[in-house]
């Protein structure tokens, strides 16, 4: 007895079904909305990078990117969002220099940075720049070195928070200059700049980026950068080099990365649609004219550049003494 055509093509048809739905899936991802976690409140760096890309990112992707703020513990309440998230690549990290000074500055972490998160690419690097408020009577970096050690411990800077570059290039600052400053840490660079303007504090170590207009607009004052170069946008003030910091040199960085795990197409699909939005004029002129300069590279350009900051911070960081708990 023959059986029906249909029911001998049957699993012939169902076969090549199978195998055209599935090789679609594995080539659309993204499929719905990615989402970026920046671990820092609205108003700083990290924030401003993070919104700056994610209108071009999204284009890249061809899909909804959003970017919510997941703030705290310098940092590390973001990083351990994603640690913990699906490893997918659909939730991001603005990656940071955190990721680097954590392993070191805390006694505990609930993350891993090096196992727990995989790096899909870095995007940009900046430096800090020293800003004191207008009323302190200093008018140099030098100055301010000879007015802090005239009057120890009361001189009070701000930070985004522990574990953040700016803490870090200003204790290194205090180390390398002999000062007793006091530190006030803030849950974010943008309440830390409030406080700054209010006389609530009288310096601090900031991002560049978010200090030009304020620096431009005389509601602070700046005293050096924390490159080894001067930076475009602040072409007359000196490096720390400069000032007699002889190597003095802390850079903030931020790129993207995803969960330890996430598929390496996935993680190569992001990468390329990250690289394709840097090369976006657009995009490069928003970057650069707040100070930073945009890179390139592979995810393994990032997870090595990633475990020789880890190396570089940890010996500056014993130096200084700051450990949180």
């Excluded at 055209?20 to 924030?47: C, E, K, M």
């Excluded at 795990?261 to 707040?290: D, F, H, Q, Y």
Aim: net charge positive.
């Amino acid at each position: 007895m023959r059986k029906p055509l249909a029911a001998i093509a049957a699993p012939f048809l169902f076969a090549c079904a199978a195998a055209f739905t599935s090789a679609p899936q594995a080539q659309t991802f993204p499929a719905r909305a990615v989402t970026i976690v920046v671990p820092y409140p609205p108003g700083g760096l990290i924030d401003l990078v993070a919104r700056a890309l994610q209108p071009f990112l999204q284009t890249e992707l061809g899909v909804p990117v959003l970017a919510e703020n997941h703030s705290g513990a310098g940092g590390n309440v973001g990083a351990e969002v994603v640690a913990r998230s699906a490893p997918d690549g659909y939730t991001l990290l603005l990656a940071n220099p955190s990721l680097a000074i954590s392993p070191t500055l805390y006694r505990k972490l609930n993350y891993r940075p090096l196992e727990d998160l995989a790096y899909v690419g870095r995007y940009g690097s900046v430096p800090n720049v020293l800003v004191v408020n207008p009323s302190l009577p200093v008018k140099t970096a030098q100055e301010l070195i000879a007015y802090a050690k005239a009057h120890p411990g009361k001189l009070n800077y701000g930070s985004p928070g522990y574990g953040t570059s700016p803490q870090l290039s200003s204790e290194l600052f205090k180390s390398m200059t002999g000062t007793y400053i006091v530190h006030i840490p803030f849950r974010g660079a943008g309440p830390a700049m409030a406080a700054l303007f209010g006389g609530e504090i009288e310096m601090m170590i900031d991002n560049i980026p978010p200090q030009v207009g304020n620096i431009k607009a005389g509601k602070v004052r700046a005293l050096a950068v924390t490159s080894l170069k001067r930076v475009n946008v602040l072409p007359d003030v000196p490096t720390m080099d400069e000032i007699g910091l002889k190597g003095y040199e802390v850079v903030s960085w931020f790129g993207l990365a995803a969960r330890a795990g996430t598929p390496a197409e996935n993680v190569l699909r992001l990468n390329a649609a990250l690289n394709r939005a840097t090369k976006n004029p657009k995009l490069r002129e928003i970057l650069e004219s707040r100070g930073a300069t945009v890179v390139e590279g592979t995810p393994e350009d990032f997870t090595n550049f990633v475990k020789a900051e880890i190396a570089k911070f940890a010996p500056v960081i014993k130096r200084t003494g700051v450990v949180v708990e």
